[in-house]
């Protein structure tokens, strides 16, 4: 079984619309959780840390939920420059374990 | 300031031939990792240096990988008599090593390796 399971997607939707899709990930002794962004043939980077108590930034939003093992991003008001891979990552001590990422493309 | 550099951007190479990947961490940082990101495949983790403290190798998938990083500072990832199956983007990344399980690693621009 893989550490961090993710639906591949693609999700394909319009400007302005919401999108939300998640992750599950298996070992409960996970220590923290992050959200990281990955565009064609580049390096990740940090969109958001996961907090138990879920957390905001801007037209993103991001759900931990430790008891069921499952982390949930929603992104609001879809711009053209959503398009990308969102990686969902899990720490344990220092080592990070990616999924294999969901695809969001926005169409105009 | 500078980020995470790594070089060769692209490597090809023939099988069964020796290559070294080179990273350059943000300065300052004192923890470095290397992670292997295969088609169609999550990042997986190879290889970890803390300080001076003995790396975590246990990502690292067959004797024919090592990495060392000389002076705190640079690192190298090795991969002797390569295969097909080793072909792949290699990312380094480093962070401060200060702030415990929430920090954040930054990724350089990877090598992207592939074995005829």
């Known amino acids: 079984r893989k550490e961090v399971e993710q639906d591949p997607g693609p999700f394909n939707v319009p400007e302005g619309a919401t999108v939300a899709f998640n992750c599950t990930y298996s070992n409960s002794a996970s220590q923290s959780f992050f959200w990281y962004r990955q565009d064609c043939r580049k390096e990740p980077k940090l969109l958001m840390s996961v907090y138990s108590s879920g957390n905001e930034d801007g037209r993103f939003t991001a759900q931990l939920n430790r008891a069921s093992q ?4 929603l992104i609001r008001d879809s711009k053209l420059s959503d398009s990308a891979t969102y990686l969902c990552v899990v720490n344990m001590r220092y080592k ?11 169409r105009a | 300031g500078a980020g995470v550099s790594q070089s060769p951007s692209n490597k090809v190479t023939e099988k069964g ?13 004192t923890a ?17 240096f803390q300080g001076n403290s003995a790396p975590d190798k246990s990502g690292l998938p067959s004797d024919r990988f090592s990495a060392e990083r000389t002076g705190g500072s640079v690192s190298t990832l090795t991969i002797q008599r390569t295969q097909q199956e080793d072909s792949a983007v290699y990312l380094c990344a480093s962070s401060t090593g200060l702030a415990g399980p929430w920090e954040t690693q930054y990724f350089g621009p990877g090598t992207r390796l592939l074995v005829l």
Request: one cysteine or more; hydrophobic letters at 40%.
């Open chain 1, 70 to 73: 499952y982390i949930s991003l």
């Open chain 1, 96 to 106: 990070l374990s990616f999924g294999a990422g969901t695809t969001v493309t926005v």
């Open chain 2, 17 to 29: 031939k020796d290559v070294e990947l080179r990273c350059d961490p943000i300065s300052g940082h």
């Open chain 2, 32 to 48: 470095l990792y290397w992670y292997r990101q295969s088609l169609g495949q999550g990042l997986e983790f190879l290889i970890y």
